[in-house]
């Protein structure tokens, strides 16, 4: 299953991650691809707001993963663009994330493909002159469910 959405403002972005937010669940996995200042942190901003995690998000692209524990359930925002392709190689903790109580989200995930669980959502971010595009894939029964459910409470209305 696959769902676009085109935004035109910032708010717009964060409205449809907002409501992506409101219906996550433990073990869920985004990954999220597109090219510098494609709106990957800003989506995962509108994630945390819809989470109920009222501080700040970052893109923890020095620290590598960010963890919000104040949401209905925890956010771990990961950026694996500064590891590159050694990424799969270091020794994070990937699983203990992946397969944890809460949310994980991770920009460049591209550079972890061989340690992803199969079943996740793929989030692409093109930007255009006029708008941004977001695309989501399920890879799996549970990820298709979840975009099942984005779908009824956020409608593809772009």
């Known amino acids: ?37 494609a709106g990957k942190t800003t989506f995962t901003q509108g994630l945390a707001r819809g989470l109920g995690v009222e ?35 270091e020794e994070l903790g990937f699983d203990d994330y992946f397969y944890g109580e ?11 493909q061989e340690v992803l669980p199969a079943d996740r959502v793929q989030v692409v971010h093109n930007l255009t002159p006029t708008h941004r595009e977001i695309t989501f894939a399920a890879t799996g029964p549970r990820s298709e469910a979840r975009l099942k459910e984005l779908e009824k ?4 209305w772009r």
Not at 102 to 112: C, F, M, Q, R, T
């Open 55 to 89: 501080e700040p998000v970052s893109s923890p692209t020095f620290t590598i993963i960010k963890e919000y524990d104040e949401g209905r359930i925890p956010l771990y925002h990961m950026d694996i663009y500064r590891l590159g392709e050694s990424a799969a190689e």
């Open 1 to 37: 299953m696959m769902l676009t959405y085109h935004t035109t403002t910032v708010e717009e972005t964060q409205a449809v991650a907002r409501a992506l937010g409101a219906i996550v669940q433990p073990g869920d996995l985004l990954c999220l691809s597109g090219d510098l200042g």
């Open 153 to 156: 409470t956020c409608p593809t």
């Open 102 to 112: 809460g949310v994980s989200v991770v920009e460049w995930a591209e550079w972890l």
